[in-house]
């Protein structure tokens, strides 16, 4: 069964960090673009940031706050999180292209883990 399942998100002060990952099972994440988007209600999933197949790393938020990161070998990918704002408050999802390029569109993206919860507050 291919399945994607996040974990690492919680209550966290502005100004922290935090480190989300996505462990894959039933495929193998090696050949595909794989990225983190985030979602508030009433507002559509954005793009957070993307690493390729070739390990080449977008990062959407263009803050320079993110950082995406694979590991083959346990088949995940992370999601480091720094100087966390209040609006970075959002259920964050992984998500699996089925190419081996990033892209921003949500739509391109054929399987979602269950997203986990981020709330920066003091």
């Known amino acids: 069964q291919v399945q994607l399942v996040e974990s690492g998100g919680g209550l966290v002060q502005p100004g922290g960090s935090l480190k989300l990952s996505c462990v894959a099972s039933?495929?193998?994440?090696?050949?595909?673009?794989m990225a983190w988007f985030r979602q508030v209600p009433g507002k559509k999933r954005e793009g957070v940031a993307c690493?390729?197949?070739?390990?080449?790393e977008v990062d959407y938020s263009m803050t320079g706050r993110f950082t995406i990161s694979r590991d083959n070998a346990k088949n995940t990918v992370y999601l480091q999180m720094s100087s966390l704002k209040p609006e970075d408050t959002a259920v964050y999802y992984c998500?699996?292209?089925?190419?081996?390029?990033?892209?921003?569109?949500?739509?391109?993206?054929?399987?979602w883990g269950q997203g986990t919860q981020v709330t920066v507050s003091s």
């Open positions: 690493i390729s197949r070739d390990n080449y």
């Open positions: 039933g495929f193998n994440l090696d050949y595909h673009g």
């Open positions: 998500g699996r292209r089925p190419y081996h390029y990033c892209s921003e569109i949500a739509s391109e993206y054929d399987v």
